[in-house]
């Protein structure tokens, strides 16, 4: 679930990563025999869970909320809750006969040499490395002397708790500031180390939430964005709501009390800011965003002298108004680029006189296109503009008075796994990615066109076996909508493979092709893996987002629900051998079709879900996604969120599928209250004997486990859905 909007541009592309997806393992007749022997019981004895008298009135309707002292994270008997459903779950996937399997295998395709995308800062490459099965990614730096090692996370905490989570070098290639995330949770907590001794200096800036760090040219300090310390009271470090968020200026050497705020908004407490410093020393901008939405408010302050900075400057709007999304991608002295959907739902690049923003001198430098600009880039004297052509990337190359003159050689059909490059060098990094090939990196130099294989990644997997086909299928109103298939070449379409079918469907993110060690397992099982590429993404510009927020977001329900059908009509897989995943905002969907469709699936997989529509805002980042979803509090958000919250729609005496509802106890992004209330109303509610579990990772976060408990996690994930789609029969030999 992003924080914030992605209008501050960053040098190095981000990838989404996809869930991991169930994985099945063939046995041999004596395995076939101890099954039938042990496993699990077919029926749970569910803890007991207190179901209080809470009720709330919303404009006049009498909601129950029996489950609210859930929401009390570091209570007694929320924690006795924690223990007891853990007992349950974990005695529960201990006894499935194919996890170790599950497990040794994932841990031999997570086993080999991997490697980020490298970014070029103060004259040397930057990029993580990882041996195979390390907990963490260190990071690397290579100039004239060679590689060597900058940090290992691994070194920091024993258990792999506390992740590295930010990681920026100054301009001057003389600090590092990283950040410190304990327990993976969004709170951050900043250093800095001298990169010539390998030390850490004294300074500590605590409280940074949903921020970058973004040096000034001289190398002597930094901007970030940090929240007012929360309340020591028991449980609200990691859900009190995120409010009244500043900009900040450290300087080296300094206390954080004498860091210098330079940019707020008050008059919209609930609002993000952020800051970024242009690649040449002289712009600040500054960001105003209205929650996840993508449209922004823009700043501007003039440091000066990038030699002897003004961090103080004041800053002069480029624009006020929420109407669209302005990102700056780069700047020629005063002459802003800027990435923006203004009058172009599918985004065009501007050029800004920063000294005169008046938007009457605005100029369109590329145009919108057929297809939607996934980013855009300023580097070697040219722009870059990264399109999603139904959903495969495309980029291509225009001088800056946006004549097209070349197109990046991407080494197939797939997506782009990463790119960083800067104005000052021909030099750029890229990475390339599908479902069947593992990310590999290229360097291409933008004066010659030359590309070259940079890092080539060798794993346990055959991917020249299998096949990835798009296909498009009609949602209930008719839209077109893309969905990637992948599974082993020539198999039969006979309605009986067992089938994942992943989602998420919101918040201007694209689901675009990539490779996963997990799914490469599944797929040597003989298993289908499908993406749908449903409203509320990016994948067709922001009309596709807008298609699928606010008292829309039926639509994302109803995209999903078909794609299942088709593949059901197609004779890929039945019901019965159909699982459906998501994370974050792809939790919310899938508790949302189970309810609606409880026929259409076998197996359902909701993780860090929002599952509480009515409250979701009144906790930690909750605050930031009341554009995308609308508030309860409003009486005309109300009557939608009501009728598809995964909460509030469970009837009881349904036959719900196999349900494993995962979360953590750290995760501040969608506290783990959510998914604790649902499984409760959930256990309750089931009228069959199909299983209800929730498995809560302990010290874990949103999106954070190191890789041995992610890996343990998976495993009892995937045995899981192989027990329940009755995954024993046609599974072929692992090559």
């Known amino acids: 679930m992003p924080p914030t909007s992605r209008a501050a541009s960053a040098r190095v592309l981000?990838?989404?990563?996809?869930?991991?997806?169930?994985?099945?393992?063939?046995?041999?007749?004596?395995?076939?025999?101890?099954?039938?022997?042990?496993?699990?019981?077919?029926?749970?004895?569910?803890?007991?869970?207190?179901?209080?008298?809470?009720?709330?009135?919303?404009h006049g309707t009498r909601v129950a909320d029996p489950f609210r002292w859930l929401e009390d994270l570091d209570a007694p008997a929320t924690q006795e809750w924690v223990k007891a459903q853990n007992a349950l779950a974990f005695g529960y996937l201990a006894q499935l006969p194919r996890r170790d399997a599950i497990k040794q295998r994932l841990t031999e395709l997570w086993n080999y040499p991997r490697q980020s995308v490298p970014f070029r800062e103060g004259g040397r490459l930057f990029y993580t490395k990882n041996t195979g099965?390390?907990?963490?990614?260190?990071?690397f730096v290579r100039d004239a002397k060679g590689e060597r090692l900058v940090l290992d996370p691994n070194a920091i905490s024993a258990d792999g708790s506390t992740a590295l989570s930010r990681f920026a070098p100054d301009p001057t290639g003389k600090y590092l500031a990283y950040g410190l995330s304990f327990g993976g949770a969004d709170w951050v907590e900043?250093?800095?180390?001298?990169?010539?001794?390998?030390?850490?200096?004294?300074?500590?800036?605590?409280?940074?939430?949903?921020?970058?760090?973004?040096?000034?040219?001289?190398?002597r300090g930094f901007f970030y964005t940090r929240y007012p310390e929360p309340p020591k009271e028991a449980g609200k470090t990691l859900s009190n709501a995120s409010r009244d968020p500043r900009v900040y200026y450290h300087r080296l050497g300094t206390a954080q009390t004498a860091d210098v705020k330079v940019f707020d908004h008050p008059a919209q407490p609930e609002w993000g800011v952020g800051a970024s410093v242009s690649e040449d020393g002289r712009w600040v901008f500054y960001y105003v965003n209205r929650g996840t939405d993508p449209e922004n408010q823009l700043h501007v302050a003039d440091l000066g002298d990038p030699r002897r900075p003004n961090v103080t400057?004041?800053?002069?709007?480029?624009?006020?108004?929420?109407?669209?999304?302005?990102?700056?991608?780069?700047?020629v002295g005063s002459t802003i680029y800027v990435q923006t959907n203004l009058d172009a739902p599918r985004y065009r690049i501007i050029a800004i006189d920063a000294t005169k923003p008046a938007r009457a001198g605005w100029k369109t430098v590329v145009p919108e296109a057929k297809h939607a600009m996934e980013g855009a880039y300023l580097m070697g004297g040219r722009l870059l503009t990264h399109y999603?052509?139904?959903?495969?990337?495309?980029?291509?190359?225009?001088?800056?008075?946006?004549?097209?003159?070349?197109?990046?050689?991407?080494?197939?059909?797939?997506?782009?796994?990463?790119?960083?490059?800067?104005?000052?060098?021909?030099?750029?990094?890229?990475g390339f990615s599908s479902y069947t090939v593992p990310a590999s990196i290229y360097r291409y130099d933008l004066a010659t066109g030359k590309r070259s294989a940079y890092f080539t990644p060798k794993v346990p997997f055959d991917g020249a076996k299998y096949e990835t086909r798009q296909v498009f299928y009609?949602?209930?109103?008719?839209?077109?909508?893309?969905?990637?298939?992948?599974?082993?070449?020539?198999?039969?379409?006979?309605?009986?493979?067992?089938?994942?079918?992943?989602?998420?469907?919101?918040?201007?993110v694209s689901l675009t092709p990539g490779f996963s060690s997990s799914t490469a397992a599944w797929l040597e099982m003989g298993g289908v893996y499908?993406?749908?590429?449903?409203?509320?993404?990016?994948?067709?510009?922001?009309?596709?987002?807008?298609?699928?927020?606010?008292?829309?977001?039926?639509?994302?329900?109803?995209?999903?629900?078909?794609?299942?059908?088709?593949?059901?009509?197609?004779?890929?897989?039945?019901?019965?051998?159909?699982?459906?995943?998501?994370?974050?905002?792809?939790?919310?969907?899938?508790?949302?079709?189970?309810?609606?469709?409880?026929?259409?699936?076998?197996v359902a997989l909701p993780a860090v879900g929002v599952m509480d529509m009515l409250r979701y805002h009144k906790f930690s980042a909750g605050v930031f996604w009341v554009p995308e979803y609308g508030s309860a509090d409003d009486p005309r958000h109300f009557p939608f969120l009501t009728a598809y919250s995964p909460l509030h729609n469970l009837k009881p005496g349904t036959c719900y599928p196999a349900t494993l509802v995962t979360t953590a106890d750290h995760d501040d992004r969608v506290v783990p209250g959510h998914s604790y209330k649902y499984a409760s109303t959930l256990q309750a509610a089931q009228g069959c004997d199909r299983p209800v579990l929730i498995r809560i990772e302990t010290q874990g976060s949103h999106g954070y486990r190191p890789l041995d408990r992610r890996i343990a996690e998976q495993a009892d994930v995937w045995a899981f859905t192989a027990h329940h789609l009755r995954m024993d029969a046609r599974t072929p030999a692992v090559p």
């Open 14 to 58: 981000g990838v989404l990563g996809v869930l991991g997806v169930l994985l099945a393992f063939p046995m041999t007749t004596a395995d076939s025999q101890v099954q039938q022997q042990s496993g699990p019981p077919a029926r749970l004895g569910y803890p007991v869970t207190r179901a209080a008298s809470t009720v709330d009135v919303y």
């Open 133 to 139: 099965l390390q907990r963490q990614s260190p990071y």
């Open 190 to 219: 900043l250093r800095v180390r001298d990169l010539a001794t390998g030390k850490d200096l004294d300074d500590k800036v605590e409280w940074v939430r949903y921020s970058g760090v973004s040096w000034t040219k001289d190398g």
């Open 313 to 331: 400057a004041p800053a002069r709007p480029i624009t006020t108004e929420l109407d669209a999304s302005y990102a700056p991608v780069g700047n």
């Open 388 to 430: 999603l052509v139904d959903v495969k990337s495309e980029v291509a190359i225009f001088d800056r008075t946006g004549k097209r003159t070349g197109t990046l050689p991407l080494p197939g059909i797939g997506a782009l796994a990463g790119l960083s490059g800067r104005e000052d060098s021909h030099e750029l990094y890229f």
């Open 474 to 508: 009609t949602s209930k109103d008719g839209t077109r909508v893309p969905m990637f298939v992948t599974h082993r070449k020539g198999m039969r379409l006979d309605g009986e493979n067992p089938t994942l079918l992943y989602g998420y469907g919101g918040f201007n």
């Open 530 to 602: 499908a993406v749908a590429n449903l409203r509320g993404g990016a994948e067709y510009g922001e009309g596709w987002h807008q298609a699928g927020k606010l008292e829309k977001k039926q639509n994302v329900f109803d995209d999903f629900i078909a794609a299942a059908e088709w593949l059901v009509r197609e004779k890929y897989t039945a019901p019965s051998r159909l699982a459906i995943q998501g994370g974050s905002n792809g939790g919310l969907l899938v508790g949302a079709v189970m309810n609606q469709r409880p026929d259409l699936f076998g």
